[in-house]
């Protein structure tokens, strides 16, 4: 057509003008299209008609198409599927509701149980019934995100409905966080969409947006589109000339500048880039050679410092890959309650490592009941146990584990022993780290990303966190809610243990959620976190210049700064022992057990700085434990009084009489009524 392209939200009128043959019922339903959303009206619409005709030949009957008799008759018996494509989870679930709500797809039970969904949090069960053949008399209705575009291809699909958009993530650097965008698809992906009608038959493909939509040619390329932190810490590691954006804007669809400012501003604030000059910190050098993102990175060298690398390892598998709580449409409300009971200190990620490590304890045929019962993806565990074995391998590879290690072997060895993934028996760590141990972990490697608690007594629907701007550009902290698929989406104001928590992600959806989170205590952020920590006077400690909180007593900041000197120096100086001489150096919390660890693939571990670090560790565990559950809303606390029977050079000398002299209580004022912090 040679008319001039219609205005941005035409009437029927201008359609109707537009294509004067088309009749005006056409015309009413164009208006009411928004180009922006699905129209589940018409999904619901196409997808009755459809079953209507029984088959794809009288479907192309009746459109006035020319088909061969013995085509028609060969397509109407083969009882077509009809798959259609949606942006998302909440579409598919809308769009299955609303047709079970009809006559011709939900009075009917046989034809109700052929409404099925299809996406990555489904259990492998449900996402097989997707190739099953339905009844005589009963068309299959497949609703699927773009999973369905190039993975898997469904034989008895017939007829494609294209609601002609994706979901798709998207980093924003200046605020350094991901959103997930409802966009177009590109012309590359709806020529696949209605490439999967009629793979193995006749079959008929409705676009649900104009032809004369603007698509893009292809989806963007991912180096524009997601966080590149450990692309920069890669090209750092080849020591190519110049600076990350110079070597970064010769790539063909070079990143933006911001983009790239962002990555350098994270691995700066890491540890992993000097400000400076942009080379690689010896932490760098150690992050640069797993394959994971540089905050995983970086919670698996701190589990590994710290005698925790299993359940490091575990955590940031889970990360990386995709979670294993699976969410069935008809049982929703049971996996989120299974989900729930996994969970560990409040955390979300010590409960997928609770969940792990219950699967890897489980032998045989259980780990397969154990997964179906507690809605576990078992392809997901399974996955998980591989990168954490092949984490394990490049670990050993930079001397952050014992040296010698292979994947395969690992594996091997974890068979021969029960059916476990091998890990904890390669590295001689029959024990488990303390859970405030890991929570401080994950601190350190997430920080700065931590939520303040805002709004006090409320409850959980109420409930907002509060967020830096990483930009600094806004004078007000964001505020954003807890992801629904939290363990922690049912607690109010009071219900939590700490008035902070450290999160993974901070994804912009309909709106602004934080996902993966865990408590942070204040002792936690103050001894793990920032780069830079320091006295403002009268016992107010600021990390960062914009987390400050203050000490009670005051006396008691200098020695907490100490402590957090003494984390760091050991911290640094077992990563540049292992750098230079490829060897681990300690199990360091496990000497505070009289049972001695067991020898792993590769023999013991090096004793190094473990009668270094075990004292510290040791006052760090014993001090979140009497801090683990504040009274929400607690008054300013009033200073412990001296114990008799212990001298004065007992209670402040070193970490141990910090521990006698502060440790009964904890020691920070506030509780969610505030004090505690000034962004």
């Known amino acids: 057509l040679d008319a001039p392209p219609p205005p941005a939200h035409p009437s029927a009128a201008e359609w109707a003008a537009r294509f004067p043959r088309v009749g005006g019922a056409v015309c009413r339903a164009l208006e009411a299209l928004d180009p922006e959303a699905v129209n589940l009206q018409l999904v619901l619409e196409l997808c009755c008609w459809f079953r209507a005709h029984g088959g794809v030949g009288s479907a192309l009957r009746a459109l006035g198409a020319s088909a061969h008799s013995a085509t028609d008759s060969a397509s109407d018996s083969a009882g077509s599927a009809v798959l259609v494509f949606l942006p998302g989870v909440k579409e598919i679930d809308d769009a299955r509701s609303a047709l079970l709500a009809t006559a011709e797809f939900g009075r009917d039970g046989v034809q109700s149980e052929w409404v099925l969904a299809l996406h990555g949090s489904l259990p492998p069960d449900e996402q097989r019934r997707v190739f099953l053949s339905p009844p005589e008399g009963v068309v299959k209705v497949v ?21 002609g958009r994706v979901k798709e993530e998207r980093y924003e ?56 932190e450990q692309l920069v810490m890669r090209t750092k590691a080849l020591k190519l000339a110049g600076t990350a954006e110079e070597t970064l804007s010769r790539l063909p669809e070079p990143p933006s500048r911001d983009a790239v400012a962002a990555a350098v501003g994270e691995l700066a604030s890491l540890g992993a880039l000097s400000p400076l000059d942009e080379t690689l910190t010896p932490t760098g050098r150690l992050l640069s050679k797993l394959p994971v993102d540089a905050r995983l990175g970086k919670l698996i060298l701190l589990g590994a410092c710290f005698g925790a690398t299993d359940e490091a390892l575990t955590i940031a598998a889970a990360l990386a890959a995709r979670s294993p709580f699976l969410s ?163 607690l109010g104001g009071s219900d939590w243990a700490a008035p902070f928590v450290c999160f993974h992600e901070c994804v912009r959806t309909t709106k602004l959620y934080v996902r993966d989170c865990t408590p942070a205590p204040l002792l936690a952020a103050l001894a793990f976190c920032g780069a830079d920590a320091r006295s403002e006077g009268e016992g107010v400690l600021s990390i960062d210049g914009w987390l400050r909180m203050r000490v009670e007593p005051a006396r008691a900041a200098p020695q907490l700064l100490d402590l957090r000197a003494q984390l760091g120096s050991l911290v640094q100086r077992m990563v540049a022992r292992a750098g230079d001489k490829g060897t681990m150096r300690s199990v360091p919390w496990q000497s505070c057990h009289s049972k001695r660890p067991e020898g792993g693939l590769a023999g013991d571990a090096p004793r190094g700085d473990t009668a270094d670090m075990a004292p510290l560790v040791r006052a760090i565990v014993a001090l979140f434990r009497q801090q683990a559950a504040p009274e929400a809303g607690a008054a300013k606390k009033k200073a412990p009084k001296k114990k008799k029977g212990v001298s004065k050079r007992a209670r402040g000398a070193g970490v141990a009489g910090f521990v006698r002299r502060f440790g009964e209580r904890s020691f920070f004022e506030g509780g969610s009524s505030g004090g505690f912090h000034e962004y």
Request: net charge positive.
């Open 173 to 228: 650097p200046t605020r350094r966080m991901a959103s997930l965008q409802d966009v177009l698809v590109s012309r590359a992906a709806a020529k696949q969409r209605r490439g999967r009608a009629g793979r193995v038959q006749p079959g008929l493909c409705v676009h649900l947006f104009p032809s004369d939509a603007e698509l893009v040619a292809h989806t963007e390329p991912e180096v524009r589109r997601v966080a590149l």
């Open 143 to 163: 609703l699927a995100t773009n999973v369905a575009e190039t993975s898997i291809t469904i034989g008895d699909v017939g007829f494609v409905i294209d609601a």
């Open 328 to 490: 069935p449409v008809e049982r929703r409300a049971e996996a989120d309650e299974s989900k729930r009971k996994f969970a560990l200190m409040q955390s979300d990620h010590l409960a997928v490592l609770n969940a792990y490590n219950q699967f890897d304890q489980a032998h045989g045929e259980a780990k397969f009941g154990f997964a179906r019962e507690r809605f576990l993806g078992i392809k997901t565990l399974h996955a998980i146990a591989s990168l954490k074995r092949q984490l394990l391998e490049a670990l050993s590879g930079v001397g952050l584990a014992p040296p010698g290690l292979r994947a395969s072997r690992v594996e091997e060895h974890g068979r021969r022993s029960g059916g476990s993934d091998g890990v904890r028996l390669a590295l001689g760590q029959p024990q488990c780290a303390p859970q405030e141990l890991l929570g401080s972990i994950l601190i350190a490697a997430l920080h700065p990303r931590l939520a303040y608690l805002a709004g006090g007594n409320v409850g959980a629907e109420q409930l907002k966190l509060q967020i830096r701007d990483p930009s600094g550009e806004a004078a007000e902290p964001q505020l954003a809610a807890l992801h629904p698929s939290s363990v922690n989406s049912r």
